[in-house]
């Protein structure tokens, strides 16, 4: 039997993917403002990238009006911003695509400025990020972490329940799944490692406590949409926004073998080598490969991202290491970035200076490599 390829079909929960090339989830920063919903640019964008039977994963989304460390992040918490990702859903559906939405709270990963009422933004504990790392303040100036506020014991039900009323409004705008997003030195990252969570009551402490956020919040995306439409995002040695576990092995051990038993629609890597790609272009050398040293303790289907190309996505998956490859950076420059992988065509380089912000320059401009052909 031949090995797998990244153009073979996949199976994730109760949909059949035609190809493993998967759009990574992206923060752009061009929600519409004030109501930080996603807006017709928003839905062209995530039309141009969607492939029959493709999967997209869409850029992560604050659950709360507390979850936010950017500006222009589109949120899923208002009826607003519910219709307005109905038309990116739609979009992507008239196109044949699939398509989950990234559920997220930054933590101590913001700063007082994007908080209701200019509070403290709010945290596992009250221990700030490193000074070396720089904080964004709303109006754009670059300043140190705040000290976060510690979420009392009773409030974390009640975070809780924010992910589950967010994976509500994820079903009512019509998308195919929710992801956690569980990387990145965000809130749910900040509850599993102990550089962030020094807590003393049963979201704190020993390993299996840490892991219960991370538990619990995916169990109230399963009671809604059932286990296989749900997947979790992890980024075990990443280091991205002042995270990074001394000894990662036991407490993403646990982690990892815990949501197995739930049978997940997937586990999503982010590949220790590209950890804070966000920010620049990294490939840390000397760093363990996520997918190869958790692949055994996951039975189901596993999403592997970062630095990966044509090449390395194929051999990832012919050797087994992963079932589908997440593309970030290649698929904002190459909005037909599967077939052009498939048909070994080159690929655009991407422009970093249109990230984050702005309108449709680096953003729905990138052509597709047959109208470069044509031009
Ligand atoms: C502009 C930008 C925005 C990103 N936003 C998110 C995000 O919202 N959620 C997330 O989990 N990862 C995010 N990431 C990480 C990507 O999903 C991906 O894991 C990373 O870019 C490595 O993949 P690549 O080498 O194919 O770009 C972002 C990365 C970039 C470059």
Not at 314 to 338: C, M, T, V
Request: hydrophobic residues 40%; glycine residues 10%.
């Amino acid at each position: 039997m031949n090995p797998p390829s990244l153009f073979d079909p996949l199976k994730i929960g109760p949909y059949e993917l035609k190809h493993r090339v998967v759009m990574a989830p992206l923060t752009r920063m061009r929600a519409s403002r004030p109501s930080l919903a996603p807006r017709p640019l928003n839905a062209e964008y995530y039309a141009q990238r969607a492939t029959p039977g493709g999967l997209i994963i869409a850029e992560a989304s604050p659950v709360v009006a507390t979850g936010f460390g950017n500006p222009g992040v589109p949120g899923i918490y208002t009826e607003t911003q519910i219709a307005g990702w109905r038309e990116v859903v739609d979009a992507v559906h008239a196109k044949g695509g699939f398509i989950f939405l990234q559920i997220w709270h930054v933590g101590r990963v913001s700063h007082s400025s994007f908080q209701p009422s200019g509070a403290l933004p709010v945290a596992p504990s009250a221990v700030a990020i490193a000074p070396e790392f720089r904080a964004m303040t709303a109006d754009g100036k670059v300043v140190e972490y705040e000290t976060p506020r510690a979420l009392e014991t009773g409030e974390v039900p009640l975070m809780v329940e924010a992910y589950r009323q967010a994976a509500k409004n994820a079903l009512a705008a019509g998308f195919d799944g929710v992801e956690i997003h569980g990387a990145n030195g965000y809130l749910v990252e900040q509850f599993l490692q102990s550089c962030s969570n020094v807590r003393a009551d049963q979201y704190g402490g020993s390993i299996e406590n840490r892991v219960r956020f991370l538990m619990e919040v995916t169990q109230a995306a399963i009671d809604v949409w059932g286990a296989n439409r749900v997947g979790v995002r992890l980024s075990p040695y990443g280091i991205a926004n002042g995270s990074g576990e001394a000894d990662p092995m036991p407490l993403y051990s646990h982690a990892i073998k815990s949501l197995d038993r739930l049978g997940l629609a997937y586990l999503h890597f982010i590949e220790p080598r590209a950890s804070g790609t966000g920010r620049a272009d990294v490939d840390w050398k000397n760093v363990p490969s996520a997918m190869v040293l958790y692949r055994s303790m996951w039975s189901g289907v596993l999403i592997s991202a970062g630095n990966f190309v044509g090449e390395s996505a194929q051999s990832a998956i012919a050797e087994g290491h992963a079932d589908a490859i997440a593309f970030g950076r290649y698929f904002i420059s190459n909005p037909d970035l599967p077939r052009r992988l498939q048909r070994g065509y080159p690929l655009t380089p991407y422009n970093r200076a249109t990230f984050y912000g702005g309108e449709e320059k680096g953003y729905t401009d990138y052509p597709g490599h047959d109208e470069m052909a044509e031009a």
